[in-house]
């Protein structure tokens, strides 16, 4: 089994900073990425930042150039910098983990792919 646990948010005022992260634990061979994404009140999920293994990026418009992406490979984890946070930045963040694992003792290797729990990023005005 895998589990991702995300950890960081909180309420913050515009202009303000958070760090987020997420460690995914359980039976796995090595991650290909890991990213986060987050969803607004009555809007849709939506891609924030990804990072592969090798630390290859990519970030939302609306976020790049505030928001850092990074991973430790070494324990399974990915964090997000925000830096200068606005309201609209208010969601809940969700981290995500593609990754290469046996589903039992013999079976093939195969990518799969986990969501963790969403941690809530408040900004007020």
């Known amino acids: 089994q895998v589990q991702l646990v995300a950890s960081g948010g909180g309420s913050v005022q515009a202009g303000g900073s958070l760090r987020l992260s997420c460690t995914a634990s359980?039976?796995?061979?090595?991650?290909?990425?890991m990213g986060w994404h987050r969803q607004a009140p009555g809007k849709q999920r939506e891609l924030v930042a990804t990072?592969?293994?090798?630390?290859?990026?990519n970030y939302a418009d609306s976020v790049r150039g505030r928001f850092t992406i990074s991973i430790d490979n070494a324990k399974n984890t990915v964090f997000l910098q925000m830096n200068s946070l606005k309201p609209e930045d208010t969601a809940v963040y969700y981290c995500?983990?593609?990754?290469?694992?046996?589903?039992?003792?013999?079976?093939?290797?195969?990518?799969?792919?986990?969501w963790g729990q969403g941690t809530q990023v408040t900004v007020s005005s």
């Open positions: 990072i592969t293994s090798g630390g290859g990026t």
């Open positions: 359980g039976s796995i061979f090595s991650i290909n990425a």
């Open positions: 995500n983990a593609d990754l290469r694992r046996r589903e039992y003792i013999g079976s093939p290797m195969k990518s799969y792919n986990y």
